[in-house]
């Protein structure tokens, strides 16, 4: 079975860091693009951002570039996203996903992150 | 990176025919084949039920279909059920190993 676990969300202060994870099984890990997500509270789906199975594409929302970073090694199946500077706007739940460059097949459950002072 | 445009929401009757556009630009939508839809019932994580713009994952039941003209995909919905209830999100690649999401459409089976 495909799966995909999220972890290291949690509630952090304005300006500090937070690094989620996305351990994956049921696939072979390193054939596929994956990507990260968020929703807010109420809100609506907002891609985050994105790396091919080599790492050599690499891809960031506006919102994030220059603060998140994503990284992935395929030894440990796993996914990352070390997110810097965090903002309260930064507060939402965080799905890791599997996919291609341009969709996503298969979705976590989400780590949620909560920026508050 | 400025959100693809959905309707807020959209309404049918069982076994009626719905139709949710999605509309972008040319830097996005326009320009690539690459328009993606998903399904979100609430408290659930998003699920594919469209990528390519006409392509259907399998186990995604035909009366999903998709389709694009210009700066504008859309997907429909042939006979309702009240399980299609939900929320609908498009999403164009948008150039440069980045992804673009609409707004998000609530869909309500009348």
């Known amino acids: 079975e495909v799966q995909l676990v999220e972890s290291g969300g949690g509630l952090v202060q304005p300006g500090r860091s937070l690094r989620l994870s996305c351990a994956a099984s049921g696939f072979t890990f390193d054939d596929y693009t994956m990507h990260w997500v968020r929703q807010a509270p109420g809100k609506g789906l907002e891609w985050v951002s994105g790396?091919?199975?080599?790492?050599?594409?690499?891809g960031y929302a506006d919102s994030v570039k220059g603060r998140f970073t994503i990284s992935r090694d395929n030894a440990k199946n796993s996914l990352y996203l070390q997110m810097n500077s965090l903002r309260d706007e930064d507060t939402a739940l965080y799905y890791c996903a599997k996919g291609e460059y341009s969709y996503m097949d298969v979705w976590g459950q989400g780590t949620t992150v909560t920026v508050s002072s | 990176q400025s959100a693809l445009t959905q309707p807020a929401s959209v309404s049918g009757s069982p076994g009626q025919s719905i139709t949710i556009s999605c509309t972008g630009t040319s830097s996005d939508v326009g320009s690539y084949s690459l328009v993606s839809w998903y399904l979100q019932h609430p408290g659930k994580a998003p699920k594919l039920m469209i990528y390519?713009?006409?392509k259907r994952p399998s186990g995604v039941s035909i009366r999903f279909s998709g389709s694009k003209s210009g700066n504008t995909a859309s997907l429909t919905i042939s006979g309702l059920q009240a399980e299609d209830e939900a929320d609908y999100y498009c999403s164009s690649y948008a150039g440069t190993s980045t992804l673009v999401f609409g707004g998000g459409t609530k869909l309500t089976v009348l």
């Open positions: 390519e713009v006409t």
């Open positions: 790396i091919s199975w080599n790492s050599v594409s690499i």
